[in-house]
C-alpha cells in the first residue's frame, strides 16, 4: 500500500480562462477500488491524463507508484491479438493472460485471431486483461462499458471486484455499485472523497443537499426577520436621539442623559443584529455551492393517427450471406417505450436501420406508418465539429430552444463559443440529445443514448421520459435506466 498525494493542483487548458482544478489537495490510497464520478467536462478524463504526466500543472502529484491508463491505443488492429497483448505487456508470462481471458469468459482462440477481426466487447475485455498483467503499477481505466451489453458489463464489473489498485470512470450506476469501495467525486466548487459505492455517495450526496437546502430557507428567513429588525430599531433610535433637543408635552424638560443612553442602548442593539444578520449571510454563502441543477426537460411529441406505428414480423435480416438476426416479431404503439435487448452482434442496430429506411436486405413482414416522423440519435458523435449555432441552422432547429436544452444538460455558457470537436464524449452525445428533444416527431429512436453521459443528467433523461411519456424505440445497456423506462422488452 502507497499513496498517491496531490496538493495545491491547478490547471488550465493552453488559451482557457477558467481553471479546471484550481489549488485541490486530496490523498488516494493505491490499494483502492476508486470509483470516479462527476458531470459530463469537469475534467476526469484530465485528471487522469495530469497523473500521466501528459500536461503541465501547478502544484505537486506525487507518488511511489507508475499509472497505466485503459484503453491502450492499439496501432496495428490488424495484427493477431497475442501480439497486441506482447506490444502492451513485453514482460507477461502465457498463463498470466490465460488465467485473465478464463475469468473475463473469453476464449483462447481470440489470441489467434486478428484483433479487429473480434468484437468490440471482446476487444475491450482482452485490453482490460492485459491491464491486469501490468505490476507495481495503478490503474486508470476509462469509461469500460461503453462497448460492453448488460450480461457483459456485469461479468467486467465482477472481474474488476476481484482486483483492486484503480481508478475507474463509468456513469453505470449497477456497474460501479458492484465492484467500487470508494468514491472520487469532482463537484462544482470541490473534489472530494468517500468510502462506499455510488449509491452510498449518492445518498450522502442528497442527504447534504436537501440539509443545505433546508438550512438556506431558514437562514434566508432569519437574515429577513433580522434585517427588518435592525431597520426598526435604527429608527427608533434614531427618534429617541431627535428627542434630546425637544421639551416633553408637560412642558419641562427633557432628560438629555437618559435619553442618550437609550438612544445608545438601541443603536447597540442594531449593531447586535446587524452582526448576527452578517454572520447568517456569511454561514449562507457556504452553502449550496455543489448543488447540482437539474431542470426538467420537454419533448416535442407528435400524435399519429393510428394506435400503431411500426410492425415486424418473423423479420430476418442478412449482411453478405450472414445472417445476423431472425425470425423478429415485435410492434410499437403509441406510448411504448421499447428497449431492443441482446448482447452485442444480435442485430440490434441492424433493426434500427431497419426502420430507419436504410438499405437492408431483409425477409419476412416489415410495416412502418406512412408520413411518420422520426427523431434518431445515433451511437456515433464523431461527426460533430464547428459550432452549436451551425449545427443548430444545419439541422433546421430553434437555436434558442437548442441551446436552453443544452444549458439544463449541465452545459456552461463558454461551451456555446467552443468547436464541438473540443467536446468531451458526453457532451457530444448531449448535443445530439438536445437536437432530438428539439425535434417534433411521433417517435424516437436512440442507439445507446446514455454512452458518456454523467448520471445527473441520465436521471434528468429517465424523468423527462416517464413524465411525458413518448414513443420511443431504444438501445442501451444501463440496467438501471432500461429497468427504470421500458414499458416493453424486445430481446434478440
Request: proline residues 1%.
Amino acid at each position: 500500500m502507497s499513496l498517491i498525494n496531490v496538493t495545491n493542483l491547478t490547471f488550465a487548458y493552453d488559451g482557457s480562462y477558467d481553471n479546471i482544478f484550481d489549488n485541490v489537495s486530496f490523498q488516494l490510497n493505491t490499494n483502492w477500488r476508486l470509483g470516479f464520478t462527476g458531470r459530463n467536462g469537469r475534467g476526469k478524463t484530465t485528471f487522469l491524463n495530469l497523473l500521466l504526466g501528459k500536461y503541465d500543472y501547478s502544484g505537486n502529484i506525487s507518488a511511489s507508484v507508475s499509472f497505466e491508463y485503459f484503453p491502450f491505443h492499439v496501432e496495428h488492429k490488424e495484427s493477431n491479438t497475442l501480439d497486441v497483448i506482447e506490444e502492451i505487456c513485453p514482460d507477461y508470462e502465457h498463463w498470466q493472460i490465460l488465467r485473465e481471458l478464463s475469468l473475463l469468459k473469453v476464449s483462447e482462440d481470440v489470441l489467434y485471431r486478428p484483433f479487429e477481426s473480434i468484437s468490440n466487447g471482446e476487444q475491450t475485455k482482452v485490453l482490460l486483461a492485459a491491464l491486469f498483467l501490468k505490476e507495481n503499477s495503478f490503474l486508470l481505466i476509462d469509461e469500460p462499458t461503453n462497448h460492453l451489453d448488460i450480461h457483459a458489463r456485469k461479468l467486467v464489473s465482477d472481474y474488476l471486484k476481484t482486483k483492486n489498485g484503480y481508478i475507474l470512470v463509468s456513469h453505470d450506476r449497477a456497474f460501479l455499485d458492484n465492484c467500487v469501495d470508494h468514491i472520487l467525486s469532482i463537484n462544482k466548487t470541490d473534489i472530494e472523497i468517500q468510502k462506499g459505492n455510488f449509491s452510498d455517495w449518492w445518498d450522502n450526496k442528497n442527504r447534504q443537499d436537501h440539509f443545505e437546502l433546508a438550512e438556506n430557507e431558514k437562514l434566508r428567513k432569519d437574515i429577513k426577520r433580522l434585517s427588518d429588525s435592525s431597520k426598526r430599531t435604527g429608527n427608533w433610535s434614531h427618534e429617541v436621539e431627535k428627542t434630546k433637543n425637544g421639551t416633553r408635552n408637560s412642558g419641562s424638560k427633557v432628560d438629555k442623559g437618559y435619553i442618550g443612553h437609550k438612544a445608545a442602548k438601541m443603536m447597540k442593539r442594531s449593531k447586535s443584529i446587524e452582526q448576527r444578520q452578517q454572520s447568517a449571510i456569511e454561514e449562507s454563502t457556504k452553502l449550496l455551492k455543489n448543488i447540482e441543477s437539474s431542470e426538467s426537460l420537454k419533448i416535442s411529441q407528435l400524435a399519429y393517427n393510428k394506435k400503431q406505428l411500426v410492425e415486424l414480423a418473423n423479420v430476418s435480416i442478412h449482411y453478405n450471406e450472414q445472417t445476423v438476426c431472425s425470425s423478429v416479431t415485435f410492434t410499437i404503439e403509441q406510448g411504448e417505450r421499447v428497449t431492443l435487448a441482446g448482447p452485442n452482434g444480435s442485430g440490434k442496430s441492424s433493426i434500427l436501420k431497419l426502420i430507419l429506411d436504410e438499405d437492408i436486405h431483409f425477409t419476412g413482414t416489415f410495416r412502418k406508418g406512412s408520413q411518420l416522423k422520426i427523431s434518431y440519435v445515433s451511437q456515433d458523435t464523431s461527426q460533430l465539429q464547428g459550432n452549436l449555432s451551425d449545427y443548430a441552422i444545419n439541422n433546421r432547429i430553434d437555436e434558442s430552444l437548442f441551446k436552453a436544452i443544452l444549458r439544463k444538460l449541465d452545459f456552461s455558457r463558454i461551451q456555446f463559443e467552443k468547436d464541438m470537436s473540443s467536446f468531451s464524449g458526453g457532451q457530444k452525445k448531449k448535443v445530439l440529445i438536445a437536437k432530438s428533444l428539439c425535434e417534433s416527431a411521433h417517435l424516437y429512436i436512440w442507439d445507446e443514448p446514455l454512452n458518456f453521459i454523467d448520471v445527473i443528467s441520465r436521471l434528468q433523461i429517465e424523468e423527462l421520459l416517464l413524465e411525458h411519456a413518448p414513443t420511443i424505440l431504444f438501445v442501451e445497456h444501463d440496467s438501471e435506466f432500461c429497468k427504470n423506462i421500458a414499458t416493453k422488452i424486445v430481446e434478440l
